[in-house]
């Protein structure tokens, strides 16, 4: 595996459930970010961790949870989601979060019935 | 006011044409610039990027910054079916914390 992977690709869940998302990054980078991207708008940086501490939040909500346990692995925990949070997650790593280069996964395609 | 403006598109351009991709910004506090290229299905990846004002090359693409009117270009020459993606302008103040895109611009480059 090289770059940014995601898992899973594609997920479909009620409203009621609880899910996550996972992301490796195996460029031995010490950066780890989540995106929210909906359909024509902007990137939404959600969370930031950098040496496995979190460095930003960006005003996400409760029911969006991330953990982080070593520089190379990242999730997102996910509970009582709504429809409007339908949309491509995706995760990027950095060298540190004071670099500017991001390197992104193919992100996980999120459906909430 | 969006802090990066891209027109949406969709743009459709024959093979071979120039492309002109562009962008405002508000904050006269970014300091950094990037375009990225995403394709369909998959996480964007970096396409160019640049720190000062002026013209940067690379092969096809030149990216082009002029701060004084805080305005961002990404020129394609000879298109390619293979440059259709969606391209993001990207402004950065400083850290990779803090980078902000724009909505994106859906290009097809029909053959």
């Known amino acids: 595996e090289t770059g940014v992977t995601q898992t899973p690709r594609h997920l479909v869940m009620g409203m009621t459930n609880k899910k996550s998302l996972k992301c490796e990054q195996h460029?031995?980078?010490?950066?780890m970010y989540w995106y929210k991207q909906s359909a024509k708008k902007p990137l939404e940086l959600m969370f930031v961790y950098n040496f496995k501490e979190q460095t930003e939040n960006n005003s996400v909500p409760s029911r969006f949870s991330p953990e982080c346990p070593n520089s190379s692995h990242l999730f997102l925990h996910l509970h009582t989601l709504q429809p409007e949070d339908s949309a491509l997650y995706l995760c990027?790593?950095?060298?540190?979060?004071?670099?500017?280069?991001?390197?992104f996964g193919p992100g996980t395609r999120l459906t909430v019935l | 006011q969006k802090e990066v403006e891209q027109d949406p598109g969709p743009l459709s351009v024959p093979e071979g044409a120039i492309v002109s991709l562009n962008c405002t910004y508000s904050n006269s506090a970014f300091q950094y610039f990037m375009w990225y290229r995403q394709y369909s299905r998959k996480g964007p990846e970096l396409l160019m990027y640049?720190?000062?004002?002026g013209n940067k090359e690379d092969g096809r693409f030149t990216a082009q910054v002029d701060k004084s009117s805080k305005y961002i270009s990404l020129f394609i020459r000879d298109s390619q079916p293979s440059d259709s993606a969606t391209y993001l302008c990207?402004?950065?103040?400083?850290?990779?914390?803090?980078?902000?895109f724009g909505s994106g611009t859906q290009l097809t480059v029909l053959p």
């Open positions: 640049t720190y000062s004002s």
């Open positions: 460029l031995g980078h010490n950066a």
């Open positions: 990207v402004t950065a103040s400083g850290s990779a914390r803090q980078l902000t």
């Open positions: 990027a790593s950095s060298q540190d979060d004071e670099g500017d280069t991001q390197y």
